[in-house]
């Protein structure tokens, strides 16, 4: 019995190899449209795209951004500004993208645009403090997909939306780990949505890079500025000390190893050009063994683990 089971197994995984390594045809041909490029992800999957000879239109937030990633590229690149907060900057730049594409439409559209600050304990921040991530991460997402997506229909393309791992497991307050959250159901709706059109949507959940968004000195600069924000009745209870244990403990957050960013990017590359892309690619080894996995424990013992490798404020019970 376990030995049918092993060749069952086996079998499942060779077919499954085998269809994703299927790639789709005539990719010189086909549009792919990525916001957030300046750095980062967007920016390397640019690189990434343009080497692999797609046509690449990307967005970025600022001209001195759009003209660094130009300089790296070869001429078939191209840029426009897009700030995904503003509905007047994504109508240009949607028609613009429609200028471009004509009656091709739009294979790809990668909703990649994201921040991550300010991000500290809920009773630190105030209503605005959560907008400013929700705007981008997901109403900036949701707006920009409701606005392509006529092309991308017309192209029976890809939708692929960054989220994170920490859409499956919240790790932190703030609004990134609701925004993520966020992502994740507005593309699970939408993927059931577009299949009658031939359109697939996949999730990349990426676990913890070293990205300009990521680096050590702005977290550490953004749980400050929150702290020194916060009311006193918050100080008091928290305590003078805990704003330092709090950046010492998301030291546990990031993997004990280098991840390349790459990792990330080649789970994009794959949405976007294989015949049979995955629903949801988690990207990175801490992501694949630790998070993952986690998200599918009892809330209990999720819960502990949190609160066993968090600081504990200075008038906790």
Not at 115 to 139: G, H, R, S, Y
Not at 270 to 295: E, I, Q
Request: glycine fraction near 6%; hydrophobic fraction near 40%.
């Amino acid at each position: 019995m376990w030995l049918y089971l092993a060749v069952l197994v086996g079998l499942y995984y060779l077919l499954r190899w085998y269809r994703e390594r299927q790639v789709v045809s005539h990719l010189r041909d086909k549009y792919v449209f990525i916001t957030g490029c300046d750095s980062g992800f967007g920016n390397l999957l640019a690189r990434q795209l343009d080497l692999r000879g797609l046509r690449v239109l990307a967005a970025c937030l600022t001209e001195k951004g759009a003209e660094q990633l130009r300089d790296q590229t070869s001429d078939m690149l191209e840029t426009v500004i897009l700030d995904v907060t503003k509905t007047e900057s994504i109508a240009a730049a949607t028609q613009w993208v429609k200028e471009h594409t004509g009656d091709r439409g739009l294979w790809g559209l990668v909703n990649n645009a994201g921040i991550f600050m300010p991000t500290a304990p809920n009773e630190w921040l105030t209503k605005q403090d959560f907008m400013k991530i929700l705007n981008v991460n997901l109403l900036g997402t949701i707006e920009v997909t409701l606005s392509l997506l006529p092309l991308v229909r017309r192209a029976r393309g890809r939708v692929v939306n960054v989220s994170s791992i920490m859409g499956r497991v919240s790790f932190l307050g703030g609004g990134y780990c609701i925004s993520k959250y966020g992502v994740e159901a507005f593309s699970d709706s939408l993927r059931r949505e577009l299949c009658h059109f031939g359109v697939k949507v996949a999730i990349i959940e990426p676990g913890s890079f070293m990205t300009p968004m990521t680096m050590n000195e702005r977290i550490s600069q953004g749980f400050q500025e929150a702290w020194d924000r916060a009311t006193p009745d918050v100080k008091e209870i928290y305590g003078e000390k805990f704003p330092a244990s709090l950046i010492k403990s998301t030291e546990i957050l990031k993997p004990k190893w280098p991840q390349n960013v790459s990792l990330v990017t080649d789970c994009m590359e794959h949405a976007l050009t294989s015949c049979h892309p995955r629903t949801r690619y988690s990207a990175g080894w801490d992501a694949k063994l630790f998070y993952l996995p986690m998200s599918y424990m009892p809330s209990l013992l999720v819960d502990l683990m949190i609160y066993w490798s968090c600081p504990r404020p200075a008038k906790a019970l």
